[in-house]
């Protein structure tokens, strides 16, 4: 009961610091991503590239700064390094996801800096997963089938997000970590880390 009541007033206290108005936003950012994807029995696929998103917030109140996040946006990622144990040469995603999450903002006091701790849910469309192999010279689809060297792979997962937002009047930074609860194919997991640079208006 006593933590219930603290986290009650340490919620009051940010509400006092945080925005005069609890308005809605729109944001729009450039992401830059790594994905990490983990087959069984073989070395880890780590890409990396960039991607565009728009996010809404929603006010959820009037006296508490809590919001309700939801837009869309794709990440394309890719690598060229060479491994010849694992005779692949090159990898390359990309996909689109819509995030819905719940944000906290607080004021940094005596600045106009705003923290943005947030979580929530993200659903995810694989739109390319191929690589290039080594022996023989050819490229494997991962959505085919394993007989034609692909991984079965999903074409939609869903998971868990996790971050934080820095807000400077207009401009945003923002750092996100993305697990997915459902596997990219039957014997590979993916995680997400997101860094963003963008515009709140």
Known sequence: MKLLKLLFLALMLGSTCAYAQNED???IS????SVKLKPENIDAIKTKG???EYVHGLSLSDNIP???EFGGGFDITANSDTKPEQNRKSTRFASVYVPLNGVYKF????TRVFLSPYAGLNFK???VGKQQLLIPDKKINFFDSKEDLGLDAHRLQFGLNLGLGVDLRYFFLGYRFNAD???YADEAKTR???LSIGVTF
């Open 66 to 68: 809590i919001y309700f």
């Open 181 to 183: 609860f459902t596997k």
């Open 192 to 194: 997400t880390h997101l």
């Open 50 to 52: 960039a991607g565009l």
């Open 30 to 33: 450039a992401n830059f991503a």
């Open 107 to 110: 004021n940094v006091p005596d």
């Open 125 to 127: 469309v694989n739109l």
């Open 25 to 27: 936003y729109n944001r």
